[in-house]
């Protein structure tokens, strides 16, 4: 997220995931891959003069797919051959060459990583093991340099995947059978390592710190929750990485992070079928705002104003949206936001000065489960 979890930055202009532990990954042949720690990102812009960002789907019942920008026109092609049932996404240069890979949370099946070949994709198994998996994070967890797998499982172990070489090595994060749906990555007690955060369902959400490779595991509070994805962000500008819940029976949530401590209140009394957030500075003042993706009721930005948050609708009722991503689609310096939807189009809301005009990627009808930017 953040997508959701990793972002980019490069010498350039950047596509932007927006808040945590951030990757700096782009997929051009010139493009070098980074890692970088943040506590809170300025917003940058996912576009280049001439190279503008490219959407990257993952779908359930179709191939997984990859949206090519040209001036905010899209042209998309299949990543992979076959059917998919992929609920998460993460790009990042899994083997160091320098081009933007793929890795695909997948439920009933093996997570997949698809190693970008200039522009061509070459895919296989992370595990072989038939997962679970509803969402994924990358970053540099072990600090060797390579971007490792982080998977909410639902029914299973969370799970780590390390990157040896683009091959990897998986285990549990805990010995314990988790309903986890969402899953960011962060330093959120500031001790340079990134740490785990998991949005759980009928359990109460949890952080794993890193300490040396070995992760404490706690409650973010005390009541179970129903939250389906999580995104981390300096919502209060104090230094240290909050975290925005989106639920789906219960108001979304603000958590606050005061040293490793979470205090969590709703961002609002307003209870909608959410099923994903993502962070940015929309309205280009400064703060970490953020967008919900909704099922059967208008999506929503929420704007920040010293830590209270403020909620316009951004689409319409008929939507059904299950993932968002934030970015510079048409090279204006404002953050646009991208849709992800179920049996639909998928969606492109371009940023005006703080104004959304909404309209359908193509007229392709979709199964997307979750989004995200880059540069394929």
């Known amino acids: ?57 993952a779908n359930v019942g179709q191939a997984n797919r990859a949206c090519l920008n040209s001036s905010a026109m899209f042209t998309c092609i299949n990543i992979s051959a076959g059917s998919q049932e992929s609920w998460g996404i993460a790009l990042g240069d899994v083997d160091g060459n320098g081009t933007l890979d793929v890795v695909f949370a997948n439920e009933g099946q093996p997570n997949q990583v698809c190693l ?38 639902a029914g299973q172990a969370n799970r780590i995947c390390r990157n040896n070489s683009a091959m990897f090595t998986c285990t549990d994060i805990e010995m314990t059978t988790n309903l986890s749906n969402g899953v960011a990555l962060g330093d959120m007690d500031g001790n340079g390592t990134l740490d785990v955060i998991f949005a759980n369902g009928l359990q109460a959400d949890r952080f794993c710190l890193n300490m040396e490779n070995t992760f404490v595991c706690r409650n973010v509070s005390g009541r179970l929750s129903d939250s389906i994805r999580v995104a981390l962000g300096d919502v209060d500008d104090n230094g240290t990485l909050d975290a925005v819940f989106a639920r789906e029976a219960e108001p979304n949530q603000v958590c606050r992070n005061n040293d490793g401590a979470f205090a969590c209140r709703p961002i609002n009394t307003e209870l909608r079928l959410t099923l994903d957030v993502a962070l940015g500075d929309v309205n280009a003042d400064g703060t970490m705002d953020t967008v919900f993706a909704n099922v059967g009721r208008a999506s929503q930005v929420c704007l920040n104003n010293d830590g209270e948050f403020s909620c316009v609708n951004v689409s319409e009722n008929s939507r059904v949206s299950i993932g968002v991503a934030l970015g510079d689609v048409d ?38 489960f979750d989004v995200t930017f880059g540069n394929p």
């Open 1 to 57: 997220m953040v997508g959701k979890s990793v972002s980019n930055n490069r010498t350039r202009t950047v596509c932007m995931f927006l808040f945590l532990m951030v990757t700096v990954i782009g997929l051009g042949n010139d493009s070098v891959g980074v890692i970088a720690a943040l506590t809170a990102v300025s917003p940058s812009v996912c576009a280049a003069s001439e190279n503008h960002c490219d959407i990257v789907f």
């Open 116 to 153: 970008n070949r200039g522009g061509s994709f070459s895919c296989a198994d992370i595990d072989n093991i038939s997962n679970d998996s509803h969402d994924v994070a990358l970053g540099d967890v072990d600090g060797n340099g390579t971007l490792d797998a982080v998977f909410a499982n």
């Open 331 to 368: 090279g204006n310096g404002l953050l646009d936001i991208v849709f992800a939807n179920r049996d639909q189009a998928n969606q492109i809301c371009l940023n005006t000065a703080g104004e959304f005009d909404c309209t359908d990627l193509n007229s392709e009808t979709n199964s997307s």
